[in-house]
């Protein structure tokens, strides 16, 4: 289940909303076996984001936690798709939208649980 985060310096209007929701549906689809039918994501906006002490300019805050891929098989290309929407979306210039990466070795959802376990 990838599940992507979003703080974003300026406010975001329910037609960017709904443009990132679907450009980010298709994106994830760039990380092997990865899909909008389990993506889960998050938005919030006229967050307080300063880059290099400057607050200014409009920038976006992306996490993006997926599981099941050690390797991150994708996530050159994922980047490059989402600072390209953020771009075509929110006016946010590429060098503004940072894209942390968090991988998940375990998650659970209607009481079952999806991971490795490991022997002690």
Request: charged share 20%; with cysteine; hydrophobic share 35%.
């Amino acid at each position: 289940m990838p599940f992507i985060t979003t703080k974003i310096s300026g406010s975001l209007t329910e037609e960017q909303e709904i443009r990132l929701v679907s450009g980010l549906g298709k994106a994830i689809e760039c990380v092997p076996g990865k899909t909008q039918e389990s993506l889960m994501l998050s938005f919030e906006d006229n967050c307080h984001l300063y880059l290099r002490g400057d607050g200014s300019q409009p920038m976006a805050y992306v996490t993006v936690a997926v599981f099941g891929n050690p390797f991150h098989w994708g996530y050159e290309q994922l980047s490059l798709t989402i600072a390209q929407l953020f771009q075509e979306t929110m006016s946010i210039d590429q060098t503004r939208v940072y894209i942390k990466y968090e991988d998940i070795p375990s998650w659970s959802v209607g009481g079952w649980t999806f991971g490795r376990v490991e022997a002690t």
